[in-house]
């Protein structure tokens, strides 16, 4: 409901045809939530979760199937990137991850350069994030954004587009953005060595 009222990016008509659409074959999915959104992948998918938090990852592997889980690993994603998944994936998916991390955007650069070493080359890293306050949300995003910054659940209060694109710019060469509503989708590919 949030997605519709708050952040106005419709769910099913905008974020889960960006995820599907650039999902690989061998896939990660980092900051898993509840799983929603691999249970939109094809069956042929092998899918590897990746969250800091085990009662995350038990959700989404319950919800998507256990057996469709190819690995579950629990990471900091603001630590290297484990060594033997180093190149190793098709696709990354970061969906509403970012926005929830701590810090301004220039502190989760790091998060981005540890993504990227798990991307084969011509891998994609993709995914969601809600921006900031001057992004222009209307009253119940306004609320929203107030109680989740407050309480530590959002970490976006000064996130723009222009950010997003420069960090993840300063990690990968062919990068996309597009806005729908206060919700920016991006793609990044031709990982920076």
């Known amino acids: 409901m949030s997605n519709h009222f708050a952040w106005k990016c419709p769910t099913h008509d905008v974020l889960v045809p960006h995820f599907t659409e650039y999902a690989g074959n061998e896939h990660l999915d980092i900051g898993v939530g509840t799983g929603f959104y691999l249970t939109h992948l094809p069956e042929t998918t092998h899918i590897s979760l990746m969250d800091i938090n085990t009662n995350s990852l038990a959700v989404a592997s319950n919800r998507i199937g256990s057996t469709r889980v190819k690995e579950c690993i629990q990471h900091d994603v603001f630590e290297p ?18 926005h929830c991390l701590p810090g301004a955007l220039k502190d989760k650069v ?39 910054n407050s309480k530590g659940i959002f970490s976006n209060k000064d996130d723009t587009e222009d950010g997003l694109h420069a960090m ?11 806005r729908v509503g206060m919700v920016v989708l991006f793609t990044a590919t031709g990982r920076r060595e």
């Open 168 to 178: 993840l710019s300063s990690q990968f060469r062919d990068v996309a953005i597009t």
């Open 81 to 98: 990137f484990p060594a033997q998944y180093h190149g190793y994936f098709d696709s990354i998916s970061m969906f509403y991850l970012l």
């Open 110 to 148: 790091q998060v981005i350069a540890n993504t990227a070493m798990g991307l084969k080359t011509g891998g994609t890293l993709y995914g969601a994030t809600i921006l900031g306050n001057d992004a222009g949300h209307n009253r119940l995003g306004k609320k929203l954004m107030k109680v989740y």
